[in-house]
């Protein structure tokens, strides 16, 4: 899916006023919900995160899995898939991911592990069985005022409606956990009945590691409440930039963050750390 956002450019270039949002990705909507510092190291400063061994997983197993769907149906096996894969590594390797591993053995252990997570497909479906409707849908819509892109991963159109399915190579979070992770697809539902007329019925979430599915229905009300919130997102994200102000907000997700370093809440936590505080202050 597509990750980019851009901020309108200034009309002159003496025009010192800030620039706003031209558009909005599901990414950086979600980045922003998350920790609207983080929405702005990606997004406003445009700082790049190392790539990492989790994203060139994902990234080479989703161009695997679109182009399974380029074969006749009684070639789209394990075999293929595996091929497929290889393939697509061989061209992002220098292009996106270079010096991304040490040494040959780290690569090939990399490559073992991500065709045992891309093995699990074939337990979740049989891909010999259906077409897909769309894949890699590249998406750009003005909706009425706010304009929304992203790339979704695939459609299919079922006997019980339109279903929209995003592949994740990462692992599960348990089921309590994961009705946030559905905040892209529900955007990419909004896009679809924007396009098509057409609301979609089912949003799924295919876990290759593990694996896992979830699904939840989803309906015009649910949509319309969407559409609510990607205003009032676009709104503050406006009035951030206007401001300056872009909060951090931490949560356990900051362990995992490539931003960490640079980070102003743990720049406070650097400051002070190593300073003993005195028993008085302590029982303040």
């Given amino acids: 899916?597509?990750?980019?956002?851009?901020?309108?450019?200034?009309?002159?270039?003496?025009?010192?006023?800030?620039?706003?949002?031209?558009?909005?990705?599901?990414?950086?909507?979600?980045?922003?919900?998350?920790?609207?510092?983080?929405?702005?190291?990606?997004?406003?400063?445009?700082?790049?995160?190392?790539?990492?061994?989790?994203?060139?997983?994902?990234?080479?197993?989703?161009?695997?899995?679109?182009?399974?769907?380029?074969?006749?149906?009684?070639?789209?096996?394990?075999?293929?898939l595996f091929d497929l894969f290889r393939e697509a590594w061989m061209e992002l390797r220098d292009v996106e991911f270079p010096d991304l591993f040490t040494s040959r053995d780290e690569e090939r252990e990399w490559g073992v592990g991500s065709l045992e997570v891309l093995a699990n497909y074939f337990g979740i479906e049989d891909p010999s069985t259906f077409d897909p409707a769309d894949r890699e849908l590249d998406m750009l819509e003005d909706l009425d005022g706010i304009t929304i892109r992203g790339i979704l991963d695939r459609i299919d159109e079922t006997a019980d409606g339109v279903v929209i399915t995003d592949y994740k190579t990462g692992k599960a979070p348990p089921e309590r956990y994961a009705l946030p992770a559905f905040f892209a697809l529900k955007i990419y539902a909004l896009l679809i009945r924007h396009r098509t007329g057409t609301t979609p019925t089912t949003l799924r979430l295919m876990y290759l590691t593990g694996p896992t599915v979830y699904e939840i229905p989803v309906n015009d009300a649910q949509l319309d409440a969407m559409d609510r919130q990607l205003r009032a997102l676009w709104a503050a994200i406006d009035k951030a930039i206007v401001?300056?102000?872009?909060?951090?907000?931490?949560?356990?997700?900051?362990?995992?963050?490539?931003?960490?370093?640079?980070?102003?809440?743990?720049?406070?936590?650097?400051?002070?750390?190593?300073?003993?505080?005195?028993?008085?202050?302590?029982?303040?």
């Avoid at 025009?15 to 949002?21: H, K, M, V």
Wanted: charged share 25%; glycine share 4%; proline share 10%.
């Fill in 243 to 284: 401001s300056g102000n872009f909060p951090t907000r931490t949560s356990r997700l900051c362990d995992w963050c490539s931003y960490q370093d640079i980070c102003p809440a743990f720049a406070d936590t650097a400051d002070t750390a190593g300073i003993e505080v005195s028993p008085v202050a302590r029982s303040a």
């Fill in 1 to 80: 899916m597509a990750t980019g956002t851009e901020v309108a450019p200034s009309e002159s270039p003496l025009d010192e006023s800030p620039t706003l949002l031209a558009t909005l990705s599901p990414s950086r909507a979600s980045d922003y919900k998350t920790c609207p510092q983080l929405f702005k190291f990606r997004a406003i400063d445009k700082i790049e995160a190392p790539p990492t061994v989790y994203q060139a997983r994902g990234t080479t197993a989703h161009l695997a899995l679109q182009r399974l769907f380029d074969l006749p149906a009684n070639e789209r096996d394990p075999d293929r």
